[in-house]
């Protein structure tokens, strides 16, 4: 089957759950594209569409809390750029209920393409900001400095 993204160490943020998130969104990226170039059924594409939306749903939902409760600095231009691609996919998704879009090049070159990039540039530098951001941080390490006999 066809892989429009292949996962991989580029995307890797070191954070357990975002990361499988990622991956998970790839898969059904690639999914969907694979059913669509195998010419599959209108039911079977919605159905595609649909695990994808709500994975990524789920996921910019699990990035945001995370980006709050990390006191992410650039939360609110990162939360805009997912509400901008969510909304672009939910129109589509309406668009292709009602029968008046359907999937082609341009589709899966958008939704790739805003993927790799925000994976990239703008993932990976909050992934720098929230992985550093875990139980034994600066003060966890000082803290077990003194400690020590
Ligand atoms: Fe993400
Ligand atoms: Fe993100």
């Known amino acids: 089957m066809s892989r429009l993204i292949r996962w991989g ?9 975002i990361d499988l998130q990622h991956e ?4 059904r990226l690639n999914d ?5 170039k195998a010419n599959a059924t209108r039911r079977q594409l919605t159905g595609c ?11 910019f939902r699990t990035e945001e809390r995370v980006m709050v409760s ?20 939910l129109a589509f998704q309406q668009k292709f209920q ?8 341009a589709f899966f070159d958008y939704v790739s393409t805003w993927l790799r990039n925000h994976l990239i540039a703008s993932d990976r530098p909050m992934g720098r900001v929230i992985c550093r951001k875990v139980p034994l941080g600066v003060k966890g390490r000082k803290a077990a400095t003194r400690l020590r006999p």
């Open 32 to 36: 969907l594209h694979g059913h669509w």
């Open 49 to 59: 569409l649909a695990e994808l939306i709500d994975a990524t749903v789920g996921h």
């Open 98 to 105: 009602a029968g008046e879009a359907c999937f082609d090049d």
């Open 24 to 27: 998970q969104i790839i898969q």
């Open 70 to 89: 990390s006191r992410y600095p650039r939360y609110q231009s990162h939360k805009a750029d997912h509400d901008a691609f969510a909304g672009a996919v």
């Open 9 to 17: 160490t580029p995307y890797k943020l070191g954070h357990q759950e």
